[in-house]
């Protein structure tokens, strides 16, 4: 395989977006999506930057990407949260995610983050064996706690 990983530019924002609907229909989320290829722009290369994306590339074409940002830990001080590690699926089992892992732990240890730590779907065994094998501590006895947009509202409606 010839590939290389490295720093998403604005122009790479389309590829990136096709990676992120491709992970929404594996997870069986396709219509999850709301974020645009201007907001990817906007929000990663914008004035006010939100997160990094590292890419890898082949033949001019983006094969995987990881979507990363700083966030504070009451804890630990600075953690980076990996939010995606997006690979396409005909790619997979060619060392692209390790790759795409190996720059994010290199980045985080760049930043001198205290934790990297991000979340993956309980059906996924395949990508829960690879971040096991590569020494990372799955936690199943936490829950994911969320409000979308809709229960955001909702909850302000019974505050007011």
Known sequence: MNYHVRIAT??????????????AVFEKEPSSVEITKADLK???????????????????????????????????????HL???IVTEKMR???????????????????????????????????????VQKGALVMRDWHIVQLNEQGIKNYISKIN
């Open 10 to 23: 604005s122009e790479d924002m389309e590829q990136v977006l096709n990676l992120i609907t491709e992970l």
């Open 93 to 131: 089992g060619h060392g692209v995610g390790s790759s795409l892992l190996d720059r994010v732990i290199l980045y985080g240890a760049e930043l001198g983050v205290k934790r990297i730590c991000w979340e993956v779907i309980d059906w996924n065994a395949q990508a829960i064996e690879f971040y």
């Open 83 to 85: 939010e995606d590690l």
């Open 42 to 80: 906007k929000k990663g290369f914008g004035e006010c930057k939100e997160f990094d994306c590292f890419v890898a590339e082949m033949d001019q074409k983006i094969i995987g990407i990881a979507f990363v940002y700083t966030r504070f830990s009451t804890w630990k001080g600075t953690v980076l």
